[in-house]
């Protein structure tokens, strides 16, 4: 929200968020700045519905309407039409999307928010397996630097997974390449002798407690 203040609108941009960042008020600027939002609507939203597009509910949209604010903030913050998408995800959940965009069709404005979630889940992975618990330094550039050295491994290990034709998965592959990085040993040598389960169950060593 901090970042909010300082974020200069680009027009004919779509800035793609989660329900955590609702700030009506920040919304209009970038609509009053010619750039397009999608945002994830809360349960409390106060809503006046003035027009309802048609719909098809076989690909999942379950209403696609145009309104106003009812709420006594939201309404001063936001005192533009607004466009409300509810729609039906593949798991069953029903989702509420406000946009700011009457031209693109619903299904696309609910895809746009899909891709975003791509990207969470891109960097949920990087926070769980790269490690980065904690920033080197404090200035923007040492925060850049290092974010774009976690994306530029996974990348890398990626890369290597695929052309390698690695059965690994890159978390195993990381942590390999952590524990042999003075080895002066080939890669395409070490990451294949990487055991598969079914040889660490199948082991002549296990002992077992019972017969």
């Not at 027009?51 to 913050?77: E, W």
């Not at 891109?122 to 330094?137: D, N, P």
Request: glycine letters at 4%; proline letters at 2%; aromatic letters at 12%.
């Amino acid at each position: 929200m901090n970042i909010f203040d300082h974020l200069i609108p680009e027009a004919g941009a779509f800035y793609v968020m989660d329900r955590g960042y609702i700030d009506f008020a920040q919304l209009h600027r970038l609509h009053q700045a010619n750039s397009y939002f999608v945002i994830r609507g809360k349960s409390n939203l106060r809503f006046r519905r003035r027009y309802s597009r048609p719909t098809d509910r076989t690909l999942g949209i379950i209403c696609d309407q145009l309104g106003v604010l009812t709420g006594f903030y939201s309404a001063k913050d936001y005192p533009t039409p607004l466009r409300r998408i509810r729609c039906r995800d593949d798991q069953g959940k029903t989702l509420v999307f406000l946009t700011n965009n009457l031209e693109l069709g619903a299904t696309t404005i609910s895809e746009l928010y899909r891709c975003r979630w791509q990207v969470e889940l891109f960097f949920k992975w990087i926070k769980q397996h790269l490690r980065i618990k904690a920033f080197f330094g404090t200035s923007e550039n040492a925060v850049k630097s290092q974010i774009w050295i976690a994306v530029s491994v996974y990348v890398l290990v990626a890369i290597l997974k695929k052309r390698l034709n690695l059965t690994a998965s890159l978390y195993q592959i990381l942590q390999i390449l952590s524990l042999t990085l003075f080895e002066r040993t080939h890669l395409d040598q070490l990451l294949t002798r990487i055991p598969t389960d079914e040889n660490q169950h199948n082991s002549s060593n296990q002992l077992f407690l019972f017969d």
